[in-house]
């Protein structure tokens, strides 16, 4: 006699921004289960889900599938952002944040410029 068995398994559809962002679950230094947009077959039961991009903050949250059910969730990962303090001894130095024009340094004549980058 010859026993097939079935896994049970659910369905994750991870849905949002930005594409390709890498999702994990339970493990965030595992390996990717999938990128955004994507669907997973997964074991039923509740992970810990792990997104994440490259110039993109993470998130984790918990998400709850059920056996044989489809549980979407929506990912937005914001951008890092940050503030670049310059000063320099050169008076009128332009400054250039990848590639872009930001302002000019006044050369230890008034405060330092300050650019943020989105």
């Not at 303090?85 to 590639?99: F, K, P, Y």
């Amino acid at each position: 006699m010859l026993l097939r068995l079935t896994q049970i398994v659910g369905t994750l559809r991870v849905e949002g921004g930005p594409a390709g962002a890498e999702i994990r679950l339970d493990d965030d230094g595992g390996r990717a289960t999938c990128t955004i947009p994507c669907l997973a077959a997964i074991a039923p039961g509740r992970h810990t889900l792990f997104a994440s991009a490259a110039g993109h903050q993470t998130k984790a949250m918990t998400v709850f599938v059920g056996a044989g059910a489809t549980q979407a969730v929506v990912v937005d990962l914001p951008p890092l952002t940050g503030t670049l303090l310059v000063a320099s001894e050169v008076g009128n130095a332009v400054v250039t944040v990848d590639g872009r024009e930001r302002g000019a340094d006044s050369g230890g004549a008034g405060p330092p410029h300050r650019c943020s980058r989105t």
